[in-house]
C-alpha cells in the first residue's frame, strides 16, 4: 500500500497466531503478547521496517557523563555505527576518523563495561555472534603555550 502500513486479511472462520518478532517486523501491534487474531481486518500500527536496526550504539559505562549529552541527557554513548547491506557472516570494520575523544569518569577504573544497543537503547546480543570492540587509550597531553 502507499501508507507503508501492512493489511492482514484473516478469512471468516480462522484464527491466526503470529510471531511476536514477525509481528513487530510488520508493525502490527494486534496479536502481540500470544493473542490469537480472529476474522476480520488488520491495519499496521507503523511502517514496515525489514531492516529494523540501522545503527548500533556503542556504551561505554565508565565514561563522565559531563558533558556528554544524547537529546538533553547525560549518556555513556561513545559512538553510533550505521549499518550498510550486509550478509550474515560479513564481517565488517568501522573505523573512526578523526578519533573520538571523551573523558572517562575519575578515579580508579579496574574494568571496562562496553554495551551495544539499538536506537531504542535495546541491547543487541546479534543471535549469539560476537562483536568485537577495540578501544585505543591515549592520555591526554597538557598543551604548552610558548611565547
Do not use: C
Amino acid at each position: 500500500m502507499f501508507t507503508k502500513l501492512v493489511e492482514l486479511l484473516v478469512p471468516r472462520g480462522w484464527e491466526v497466531h503470529i510471531t511476536e518478532g514477525l509481528l513487530l517486523l510488520l508493525g502490527l501491534d494486534d496479536g502481540l503478547h500470544g493473542e490469537w487474531l480472529e476474522s476480520g481486518t488488520y491495519t499496521g500500527d507503523r511502517v514496515i521496517d525489514f531492516a529494523a536496526i540501522k545503527t548500533l550504539q556503542i556504551h561505554l559505562e565508565q565514561l563522565s557523563t559531563t558533558g556528554n549529552y544524547v537529546d538533553g541527557a547525560p549518556s555513556t554513548l561513545l559512538d553510533t555505527v550505521g549499518l550498510g547491506r550486509y550478509i550474515l557472516g560479513d564481517t565488517v570494520t568501522v573505523r573512526f576518523e578523526p578519533p573520538v575523544f571523551k573523558p572517562l569518569r575519575d578515579g580508579h577504573i579496574s574494568e571496562l563495561k562496553i554495551t551495544i544497543r539499538d536506537k531504542r537503547g535495546k541491547f543487541i546480543n546479534n543471535h549469539g555472534q560476537p562483536i568485537s570492540v577495540v578501544l585505543d587509550f591515549q592520555p591526554t597531553l597538557p598543551i604548552k603555550f610558548v611565547d
